[in-house]
Antibody
């Protein structure tokens, strides 16, 4: 079965950086687009970034203002999110998700990893 | 950016009743609309994609309809495990994905 397992979350000070990882299993990782999304405590869902199967295309939410970078290593079935210049507004559970067949939805999600930005 | 609105914000129903949730887009998204269910402490789960297609393993009591700007998620007869928050989501050119604010279905 499809599994996505995020890691790398934790407590970081404002202005700091963090790198999240997501390891995939149960499907041919290198054949699918992937995304990162987040959910602030008690809030709704926010899409952050999308990366094509072979990393040729990367897209980001305007709200990130160039602070986040997505990458993937298909040989390791892994997805990454490098987050810089973090602020309290970035406190959230971060999810990786597999993009579904028609490229319009997210059919599998990880359990998420919590990032807390606080001094 | 296409904005999604959901109504109502909260729906209070009893098990066995029918639930009807609405999602409206600020401009046409054709049928590029999905619905998710989220329970406390859990990741969202895909229910419906491309407006009306049930995802793998989703019971037949869940159905989606609509196109353009108006969409509906219906749950024909609420089971105890269906009390949760439901989000709609669209994809527009970019790609750019946005979510609605959610509808909470709680027990009356």
């Amino acid at each position: 079965q499809v599994q996505l397992v995020e890691s790398g979350g934790g407590l970081v000070k404002p202005g700091g950086s963090l790198r999240l990882s997501c390891v995939a299993s149960g499907f041919s990782f290198g054949d699918y687009q992937m995304s990162w999304l987040r959910q602030a405590p008690g809030k709704g869902l926010e899409w952050l970034t999308y990366i094509s199967a072979l990393s040729g295309s990367k897209y980001y939410a305007d709200s990130l203002k160039g602070r986040f970078t997505v990458s993937r290593d298909n040989a390791k079935n892994s997805l990454y999110l490098q987050m810089n210049s973090l602020s309290a507004e970035d406190t959230a559970v971060y999810y990786c998700a597999k993009v579904g067949g028609s490229d319009t939805y997210f059919d599998y999600w990880g359990l998420g990893t919590l990032v807390t930005v606080s001094s | 950016e296409i904005v999604l609105t959901q109504a109502p914000a909260t729906l209070s129903l009893s098990p066995g009743e029918r639930a009807t949730l609405s999602c409206r887009a600020s401009q046409s998204v054709a049928t590029s609309l999905a619905w998710y269910q989220q329970k406390p402490g859990q990741a969202p789960r895909l229910l419906i994609y491309d407006a009306s297609n049930r995802a793998t393993g989703i019971p037949a009591r869940f159905s989606g309809s609509g196109s353009g700007t108006d969409f509906t998620l219906a749950i024909s007869s609420l089971e105890p495990e269906d009390f949760a928050v439901y989000f709609c989501q669209q994809r527009s050119n970019g790609p750019l994905f946005t979510f609605g604010p959610g509808t909470k279905v709680d027990i009356k």
